[in-house]
């Protein structure tokens, strides 16, 4: 089973954690090996790309409009095998957004401007995930870890 797109479930459980201030979006991403169009034959470009060259194509056309939502990239890297983990499962890119609140990444990804260039990110990847992350307020920090 793959993972593409938020279910309504899923959506139904982030509002209900009520995660107060900025979130961060963990992103772990598998890129296909040739970039599949075929949900939006708009975006299609002119000869076949990679997964890869469509995930660009979607960074390029998201950054401005995540860095106007008040959102920022905060990592973009290469992925791998797991050191702890399962060793079957692997991940090309590993990515990490911040926006300032819940509802600022729900107005960021459901604008229409961002929707008309979406299709590059499904077009791109074979398998996702997504975890919100909200810093610890039960008295653990990376502070406190240091200490």
């Given at each position: 089973?793959?993972?593409?797109?938020?279910?309504?479930?899923?959506?139904?459980?982030?509002?209900?954690?009520?995660?107060?201030?900025?979130?961060?979006?963990?992103?772990?991403?598998?890129?296909?090996?040739?970039?599949?169009?075929?949900?939006?034959?708009?975006?299609?470009?002119?000869?076949?790309?990679?997964?890869?060259?469509?995930?660009?194509?979607?960074?390029?056309?998201?950054?401005p409009?995540?860095?106007?939502?008040?959102?920022?990239?905060?990592?973009?890297?290469?992925?791998?095998?797991?050191?702890?983990?399962?060793?079957?499962?692997q991940?090309?890119?590993?990515?990490?957004?911040?926006?300032?609140?819940?509802?600022?990444?729900?107005?960021?990804?459901?604008?229409?401007?961002y929707?008309?260039?979406?299709?590059?990110?499904?077009?791109?990847?074979?398998?996702?995930?997504?975890?919100?992350?909200?810093?610890?307020?039960?008295?653990?920090?990376?502070?406190?870890?240091?200490?």
């Open positions: 089973m793959t993972h593409l797109a938020p279910t309504d479930a899923s959506a139904v459980a982030l509002f209900r954690r009520e995660l107060r201030g900025e979130v961060v979006m963990l992103n772990l991403l598998r890129l296909r090996q040739t970039a599949d169009y075929s949900a939006h034959p708009a975006l299609y470009p002119q000869t076949p790309i990679s997964g890869r060259e469509a995930f660009q194509r979607y960074i390029d056309h998201t950054l409009l995540l860095r106007a939502s008040g959102g920022e990239l905060l990592f973009l890297g290469e992925g791998g095998a797991f050191f702890i983990g399962p060793q079957d499962e991940w090309d890119l590993a990515m990490l957004v911040r926006q300032r609140s819940v509802q600022s990444f729900i107005d960021f990804a459901t604008d229409d401007a929707l008309a260039i979406a299709g590059h990110r499904e077009a791109a990847l074979v398998d996702s995930r997504l975890l919100p992350l909200q810093a610890t307020g039960n008295g653990l920090s990376a502070d406190s870890v240091r200490r």
